[in-house]
């Protein structure tokens, strides 16, 4: 049986789980590379894809969509299309359902790197846009 490397390349900053953070990146494990016969490197399609939950509930639970959601998912949209080629690669959003993080949202995910966020208003929209989109710094601050 061969052994395979898998490599992700992908920007995250700070320690998260097992993972060894830098700026450069994550050490997620190693193999000696001579003990290797095939390295297959995943990049992912989109170098940012940004998830907003807009659901809402009929239990009166707390719900993503009654914050404001939808209007500010298409706020980013719209940033995001204003400031072109001033983010990196790829960036796609899209409209998500429960993501069962409901008492914390609204929230938005950005993947490959798994972010969460709780956003309140436009200005948090702009500040996870232009630090973390244009910037690849993560906002702690709004982080969940
Ligand atoms: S309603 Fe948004 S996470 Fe559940």
């Known amino acids: 049986m061969p052994t395979v490397a898998r490599l992700f390349i992908g920007r995250v900053t700070g320690a998260r789980g097992e993972q060894t953070c830098g700026d450069g990146g994550c050490l997620v494990g190693y193999v000696w590379i001579s003990d290797l016969e095939e390295i297959i490197v995943d990049e992912s399609y989109y170098k940012y894809h940004l998830f907003f939950c807009v659901n809402t509930r009929s239990d009166g639970g707390p719900c993503c969509g009654d914050s404001s959601a939808p209007q500010l998912r298409d706020y980013a949209k719209q940033r995001i299309g204003e400031l072109g080629d001033a983010i990196p690669g790829n960036v796609r959003v899209n409209t998500a359902g429960c993501m069962n993080r409901c008492a914390e949202g609204p ?38």
Do not use: F, K, M
């Not at 938005?108 to 710094?137: F, K, M, S």
């Open 107 to 144: 929230v938005l995910v950005i993947y490959p790197e798994a972010v969460w966020y709780r956003y309140q208003n436009r200005a948090d929209i702009d500040e996870i846009i232009t630090e973390h989109l244009c910037n690849g710094r993560p906002v702690s601050r709004l982080r969940i």
